[in-house]
């Protein structure tokens, strides 16, 4: 029987454009007025602290059980790097005002996600603290297991219990057979292994501590697109985690109940945080729908024809959003907690054989999180952040649920959709498959989870399950899809404002282009101040220092108040991009061709460096011949008196024949000759030289000149010279040097 069914939902980065949202918001004021103005103070946390005693394995009973002992604190829970401390005291993000939060919503219709990766950078260059923002690199679905204490009904039937529970995270299946022939067959035991695994005895407060939510909350007002979700067969206790018993909605709820489920408790961790953090300014709004039947029904606006909305692709954010979806602001907790109620009164309920309070369609409550903060830049940064909770309805085995008429219309629909979701997460889960097609467009629901699961969001998921033997089949399909959803790796981005974030970037791209530039022109003086260039590279160099100095070239982006950034309109923001954008080209052509100048010097050295080597060794070898050569060149003689050279006295010594004593006064001799050759005389000398070249050059080539005249006459003769010519530069080039 179905108590309730009423309409809508949503969920997707982009919603609907900005008119659809004003325009559901006017068309649906009653709703608004109920779920924001209901006046309920909610101030007191829920500290529920029912004390329970700890268990290993589950038995017939639940009473007694205090923790989750097997709940593991060392995988999932840790995967993100600890957020940075609240208020910085900064002042400026809080100064916008009401006037600024109506067009932040209306410019998150218009976000589109930008990496995680570019963030980072981003948000750490503007907050001048180096890498203190949260990584985010790719990583896996976060996946924790509840199992629901046993019913009054499997008590009473006493239905033995399939689980058990050795710790670190682990739960132990037993095999489907019973009685004696069960503790035989321990080929059929599984082992699953998950983030954390919390036994019948954990109270709803264990589940907002230990599952991994208050990082999901905190990751949404960090702009990140997130989601938590339970999964599980009908009657594993989805509903109960998120939202706490069915009664608790029946009346005026009692904020003090232990009872309320995570979302609830999420609510106040989330304003909790809110609170601290002064120097940002945060809107929240909220929508609640739900996929009854493969329709969209808005839960705070479902309407007396509970007209289903559309789901549709929305190319700029790059997923599916529902169309016409009612959002209310929520500034205060109030508001959030009157959308939960509004939602849980209005969606659809039904009840089978296995639960009295069955959901009768899956649920999605999402909050968005729109901040707006001033940088140390002055910069404010505009991001989008939500977070979803997903309470699917429970895949049901209607022989079991004895479900008939529009009942089992419903698990058909629930069943189906589930199933596209199973083989979504299936495919995703495969590294061969993931890059392939992923069926999401074949139910309403993966076209909606389609980010949470595979794309740029932040998933927790909790698989519920029920510990009986009864319910073996479905608990271990249950604990076989966390498994899979384990393996699926998202990497999560930040959604902010696009323009904020191109600014920002370029801003940084400027930045580290100055940075390079200075470290060149660094580099360059320093080379320029050792050795002096001369030729073309030292010109070169010259009219490029000279250029870089003077900023001859460079564009001239004028000084804007970056407090006031955000006031500027679209054309002078384009106006500015487009100035950051011509500056940064500017300077990476400037640092261009500082590093080709760079290059130019340092061949140059690297040829200097090789000639110099080349001319060592040749003196080396010199030297060799002088001392191992048994000529020693003819040195001419040279006057004492006058320091000049006699003609006629250069001789050629052998000095092998020469007695060992008479070598040192020779070698003596020589160093004495040229330590009184003077300058003028080595100069003379090889002018001698030089002279005598050019005249066997010159000769060299008047003599081809005479025999291609006469060639003419005599080609015999021609090629007798030519023959004679080849010989010529032999000579040459040796002498020469
Ligand atoms: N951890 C728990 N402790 C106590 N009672 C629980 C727990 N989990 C579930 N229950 C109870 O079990 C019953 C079924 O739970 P619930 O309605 O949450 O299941 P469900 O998975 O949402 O089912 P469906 O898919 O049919 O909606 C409820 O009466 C609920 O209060």
Redesign the pocket.
């Known amino acids: 029987m179905v108590r309730r069914a009423s309409s809508v939902p949503h969920l997707s980065n982009s919603g609907g454009s900005s008119a659809d949202s004003v325009t559901a918001r006017g068309r649906a004021p009653a709703a608004a007025g109920a779920a924001a103005g209901r006046g309920r103070r909610t101030t007191g946390g829920n500290k529920a602290t029912t004390p329970t005693e700890p268990r290993r394995q589950i038995s017939g009973s639940s009473s007694g059980s205090r923790m989750p002992r097997s709940r593991s604190l060392t995988n999932g829970m840790r995967r993100f790097s600890p957020q940075k401390g609240g208020g910085s005291g900064s002042s400026g993000g809080g100064t916008g005002g009401s006037s600024r939060n109506t067009p932040y919503f209306l410019r998150s219709r218009e976000n589109e996600i930008g990496s995680a990766d570019t963030l980072e950078v981003v948000a750490s260059k503007s907050t001048g603290t180096g890498s203190e923002e949260p990584s985010t690199p790719e990583d896996n679905i976060n996946v924790v297991v ?1 199992v ?2 046993l ?1 009054d009904k499997e008590k009473r039937d006493r239905h033995g219990a399939t689980l058990q529970f050795p710790g670190n995270g682990q739960v132990i299946i037993e095999g489907s057979d019973t009685g004696a022939k069960r503790s035989h067959n321990r080929d059929s035991v599984r082992v699953f292994t998950y983030n954390v695994v919390f036994e ?1 005895g954990a109270t709803q407060e264990d589940i907002l501590d230990y599952s991994g939510i208050k990082r999901i909350i905190e990751m949404g007002i960090e702009g990140f697109s997130c989601t938590a979700f339970c999964y ?1 067969q ?8 998120l939202t706490g ?2 009664d608790l909605f029946m009346g005026k709820p009692n904020p003090k109940d232990p009872g309320h489920g995570l979302i609830f408790r999420s609510f106040l961790y989330l304003f909790q945080l809110i609170k601290n953090r002064k120097d940002v300014n945060y809107v929240l709004k909220a929508s609640f729908m739900e996929i009854y039947n493969e329709r969209v029904i808005d839960l705070l606006n479902p309407g007396s024809a509970r007209k289903p909305l559309a789901v549709r692709w929305s190319k700029k954010s790059g997923g599916f959003f529902v169309e016409n979806l009612f959002t209310v602001d929520c500034e205060e907790l109030d508001d959030l907690l009157a959308v939960l109620e509004e939602g849980m009164r209005n969606r659809a309920v039904g009840s089978h054989a296995m ?1 009295d ?3 009768r369609s899956h649920t999605i409550l999402t909050v968005h999180i729109l901040s707006d903060q001033q940088t140390d830049g002055g910069v404010f940064l505009s991001k989008h952040g939500k977070i979803n909770f997903v ?1 699917l ?2 895949s049901e085995l209607t022989k079991k649920t004895m479900s008939e008429g529009k009942t089992l219309e419903e698990a058909n629909n629930i069943n189906k959709s589930l199933m596209v979701l199973g083989y979504c997460i299936s495919s995703l889960s495969d590294n061969k498959k993931r890059s392939g097609h992923i069926p999401y467009r074949d139910s309403q629901l993966t076209k909606l989870l389609a980010d949470s699961l595979a794309g740029n969001g932040v998933t927790l998921m909790i698989a ?1 399950v029920s510990p009986a033997h009864y319910n073996h089949a479905e608990t271990l399909n249950t604990l076989r899809y966390a498994s899979r959803a384990k393996r699926i790796r998202t990497k999560p981005v930040i959604m902010m404002d696009p323009r904020e974030a191109l600014i920002l970037s370029l801003k940084r791209d400027v930045h580290a282009l100055q940075m390079e530039n200075e470290h060149l022109k660094a580099a360059l003086n320093l080379h320029h101040q050792s050795a002096p260039i001369d030729g073309l590279a030292g010109n070169l160099i010259e009219q490029q220092l000279e250029r870089v100095n003077t900023g001859d070239g460079g564009i001239a982006v004028p000084k804007v108040d970056l407090e006031r950034l955000p006031e500027l309109d679209g054309t002078e923001l384009a106006e500015l991009v487009k100035l950051y954008m011509a500056e940064n080209e500017s300077l990476r052509q400037e640092n261009n061709h500082l590093f080709t100048v760079r290059e130019t010097i340092l061949r140059d050295q690297e040829i200097v460096c090789r000639e110099n080597e080349r001319l060592l060794k040749k003196l080396e070898e010199v030297n060799n011949v002088c001392v191992r050569s048994p000529l020693i060149p003819a040195r001419p003689a040279f006057s004492p008196t006058t320091g000049k050279e006699t003609p006629g006295t250069e001789i050629w010594t052998n000095p092998e024949p020469i007695l060992a004593a008479a070598i040192l006064p020779l070698e003596q001799r020589m160093s004495e000759n040229a330590d009184k050759r003077t300058h003028t005389a080595q100069r003379r000398i090889d002018e001698q030289r030089i002279a005598r070249n050019i005249l066997l050059m010159a000769n060299a080539f008047r003599k081809p000149q005479a025999q291609l005249e006469s060639s003419t006459k005599d080609p015999t003769e021609a090629h007798n010279n030519n023959e004679h010519n080849e010989t010529q530069p032999d000579l040459m080039p040796d002498m020469l040097t």
């Open positions: 509840r629901r204490p019913n019948p599980g009908t009657g594993s206790g989805k509903t109960h985690t018993p069915p639960n309070h069955s959901s309470d309805a429970g519920c």
